[in-house]
């Protein structure tokens, strides 16, 4: 990326964003970091390729990600992968 792209990044322009809306799914990240990804997204993707959410927990990053495409107008692809293995208590989420 270029030095711009990389100035604007730490400028950090996704605080101006209203919160992502995740609705009932509970996430471990801030809402900073929802942000910060649907900006990336709907800033920076070209179409080209497939999104990768590794370790999405529940999907509160996955929302995230698909508002950005959503609002970007591209066609895209998220694909979402994790390892864990829920505790008995994630059903209650």
């Known amino acids: 990326m270029s030095s711009v792209v990389w100035d604007r990044i730490r400028a950090r322009p996704w605080l101006d964003d209203p919160p992502v809306d995740v609705g009932p799914t509970v996430t471990m990240l801030h809402s900073e970091e929802l942000r910060m990804l649907r900006w990336l997204v709907r800033e920076h993707y070209t179409g080209a390729g497939h999104i990768m959410d590794l370790g999405c927990f529940l999907g509160g990053s996955t929302i995230a990600l698909a508002q950005g495409l959503q609002e970007s107008g591209k066609a895209g692809w998220i694909e979402t ?6 505790e008995d208590y994630a059903g209650e989420l």
Do not use: H, I
Not at 81 to 86: E, T, V
């Open 81 to 86: 992968f994790d390892l864990f293995r829920a």
